[in-house]
Structure formats: structure tokens, C-alpha cells
């Protein structure tokens, strides 16, 4: 457990500095307001890729915990080809719709610059989805292995293409760096690999999906929930400031990828646990990850305010707004970001999708309805606070649940 989450963390955090200096270099590089397109296109390219994970990855990292061997790697060889066909029917889906939005006018962006999209898309699912399964296996060093290829390729490329470098060709960078990564994952699993048949691609598909149904409308609204700001700030205020609070956001996402990347092991690990029917135990490890985490983040934010004026400085050439207010409400936002993240992946240990399915709605709700007042009030701060607003509300709720959830499982082992 120690080993698989210390490869996980340096793992996210290698990504985590790749996406960061990505980031800097497209705000040194373009327009801010090119950089709210860009970060509108991240958030969509975020839900395709959730999407994916919450009919594949999420399932997967659950259910293969009470497999056998052989029959654990004939599921996961069906899903390889399986997670193709969910992402086409996403992928159609989405072309419908984009070309639906242009034709009333509320979008703006060209048919190349969608398919890119979607072939980034394409690729990061293909290498998203050898995570849970080297983790599991356990073979943690491949994905390890596999992220620093991705990130190798993405970054030559990028550099590369430095002097002529637009938003778009970000993605096509993406597509080509995933696509290799994920050929990467391929060899890496050959040995394991069993050719499915089309009854078992869609057999494991089928048992995903019970448990996948409840998940994705949860990813769907959990998106819209992360990036309501985006959304919002471009609706209401344009695509410059949506750049400008996706920019002060940088500063906090080392810390919301480390905790994704801890909830990547967490769930397998706590599988395991829920399999031996100990539930204290897991109880117990997200109480104290909850304590650790929400410590670290303290102490960033005390070394944030130290420095927020030198980070705002170097983070943005152009000031249309003061950005270190910004800067402290993510560090806030990240705090309660801790809180409710271990609770949900206790709740999804449990298996207790359904909840989840009826949580997140209540979340971005309640994220539209401040954000909508508090951006009127307040400008991009606004779309923060709201975010800030729905964190706190949500993870109380979700905390109480985890906690019911648990002392019911408990009861039913007995």
C-alpha cells in the first residue's frame, strides 16, 4: 500500500508539474482570452474522460478486487476494446450537440478544432485505463512507466512547436503523446492478454454498466460541478475572464491531483478491505488521509500568502483584475475540496452509487444558483465562492452518509 501510493504520488505529481507548466506556457504565450478557450475545451476533454472512467476505470477498480486471475484478465482484456465503443457513442453524442449549439449560434469554435478534441479525448482514455489495472495487478512502476512517456512526448512536441503555438494544437500534442503512452500500456499487458470475443466485450460491459449507470450521471454533474466556474464566467462575463480564474486556479491543482492520485489507490486499497470485511480499517484510513491532507493544505496556504503577490505577478502578464484575492478563495476551496473527496471514495468502496447518483445533482445545483447571484455581486471572486458555498454544504452531507453507510455494512457482516 506504502510502495503503490508513493509511485502514484510522484506519478500525479510528475503530471501535475507537466500540466502546471503547460499551463504557464500558454498564459506567457496567448491571449487570456484564448486561454479561457483553451480551459473550456480541458473541462470537456476532463468530462469525456470521466465519462469513460465512470462506465470503464471506476467499476473496474472495484470489481476486479473479488476476481480470480484468469478470469480478472479476460475482464479487463474485453474492457481494452469495450471502452472504444463507449467512447464512439460519446463521441457521436458530442458532434451531435456541438453541431446543434452552432446552429443556433452559442458556439463559437470550428469542426477542427472539436475533432481535435475528441482524438485527445480518444487518447486519454487509452492511457487512463491501465492505471486501475497496474495498480491492481499490482505492476505500479508501468504506470509510472506509461505517464512519463505521455509526458516526454507531450512536452517535445509542445516545445517543438514553441514559436507557432496556438490553443488548438495543444490537443492534437495530447492526442499524439496519449496515444503512445496508451500503445505503451498494450505491450505492457501482452502477456496477460486474451483476445474477447464480442459476447465477452459485451458481457463485461453489461456488468460494468450496473454499477456504471449510477456512476456516470454523477461524473456528468460532478464536471459540471468542478468546472461551473468556466461555464459560468464565459456565459455571463467572456472567455477572458474564465482565463483569469482558471489561471489563479493553477495554483491549487498540485493539491487537487495529488488527492485524485491518492484516490486512485484508495479505492482498490479499500476494496480489499470491504472484501475482508473491514470497514473500521477503512473508516479509520480516510479520517487520517482527511487530517494529513487538510494539513498540507494549511501550510500551502500560509506560504501562498506569503508569496501571493510574486505568484499572481509571475502567473499573469496581463492584469485585468487583482489576482491574489483569487488565489487565496482556491487555497480555501481546496481546503473543503479534501473533506468531501475521501468521503466519496468511502462511499464508492461501499458500492453505494446510488447515493452518489443523488448527491452531486444538489452540488451543481447549488453551485448554478450562488454562482448566478454571487457573479453578479462579486465578478470572477463570485464563481469561486459559489464553488467554495457548495463544497462546504456537500461534504457535510456526504461525510454523514459515508459514516451511516459504513455502520450499516458493519451490521450486515454480523
Not at 16 to 39: E, H, M, Q
Not at 193 to 205: A, Q, T, V
Request: aromatic residues 18%.
Amino acid at each position: 500500500m506504502v510502495s503503490k501510493s508513493l509511485i502514484s504520488m510522484t506519478d500525479q505529481g510528475a503530471l501535475s508539474v507537466t500540466n502546471f507548466l503547460v499551463n504557464i506556457i500558454l498564459l506567457k504565450t496567448i491571449s487570456i482570452a484564448d486561454y479561457g478557450r483553451y480551459s473550456f475545451f480541458y473541462s470537456i476533454l476532463m468530462l469525456l474522460a470521466a465519462m469513460s472512467s465512470a462506465l470503464i476505470n471506476l467499476p473496474m477498480n472495484v470489481l476486479i478486487a473479488g476476481k480470480k486471475t484468469s478470469s480478472g484478465n479476460q475482464y479487463i482484456s474485453a474492457l481494452l476494446f469495450g471502452q472504444v465503443f463507449v467512447f464512439l457513442v460519446f463521441a457521436v453524442l458530442g458532434f451531435a450537440v456541438a453541431l446543434l449549439m452552432q446552429f443556433f449560434g452559442h458556439f463559437d469554435y470550428g469542426l477542427w478544432s472539436i475533432t481535435v478534441l475528441f482524438l485527445a479525448g480518444l487518447g486519454t482514455i487509452l492511457r487512463e485505463f491501465f492505471k486501475p489495472v497496474f495498480f491492481n495487478r499490482p505492476r505500479p512502476e508501468y504506470v509510472l512507466l506509461i505517464d512519463l512517456t505521455f509526458i516526454f512526448v507531450y512536452l517535445l512536441a509542445l516545445f517543438i512547436s514553441l514559436q507557432n503555438l496556438n490553443w488548438v494544437s495543444v490537443y492534437g500534442f495530447r492526442f499524439i503523446a496519449s496515444t503512445t503512452a496508451g500503445a505503451l500500456g498494450i505491450y505492457f499487458w501482452r502477456s496477460r492478454f486474451s483476445s474477447p470475443s464480442f459476447k465477452e466485450i459485451f458481457s463485461s460491459l453489461k456488468e460494468n454498466f450496473e454499477h456504471g449507470r449510477w456512476i456516470l450521471p454523477n461524473v456528468i454533474v460532478s464536471n459540471l460541478a468542478n468546472y461551473s466556474f468556466v461555464y459560468l464566467l464565459i456565459y455571463l462575463l467572456g472567455e477572458a475572464e474564465a482565463g483569469v480564474a482558471s489561471g489563479a486556479r493553477l495554483v491549487v491543482m498540485p493539491l487537487i491531483l495529488c488527492l485524485d492520485s491518492w484516490a486512485k489507490v484508495a479505492v482498490p486499497h479499500g476494496s480489499k478491505l470491504r472484501e475482508k470485511k473491514q470497514v473500521s480499517e477503512l473508516g479509520k484510513m480516510l479520517f487520517k488521509t482527511s487530517g494529513v491532507f487538510m494539513l498540507g493544505i494549511i501550510l500551502y496556504g500560509c506560504f501562498t500568502y506569503l508569496f501571493a503577490d510574486d505568484i499572481s505577478g509571475f502567473l499573469f502578464d496581463e492584469q485585468p483584475l487583482n489576482q491574489t484575492g483569487l488565489i487565496y478563495l482556491w487555497v480555501i476551496y481546496a481546503f473543503f475540496f479534501v473533506l468531501r473527496k475521501n468521503a466519496t471514495v468511502g462511499l464508492m468502496v461501499l458500492k453505494s452509487f446510488k447515493l452518489l447518483f443523488y448527491l452531486n445533482p444538489i452540488s451543481v445545483f447549488s453551485t448554478l444558483f450562488f454562482g448566478f447571484i454571487f457573479i453578479n455581486s462579486f465578478g470572477v471572486a463570485g464563481s469561486i465562492l459559489a464553488m467554495i458555498a457548495a463544497e462546504i454544504g456537500l461534504g457535510i452531507i456526504t461525510w454523514v452518509l459515508f459514516i451511516k453507510e459504513k455502520r450499516k455494512f458493519a451490521f450486515n457482516k454480523q
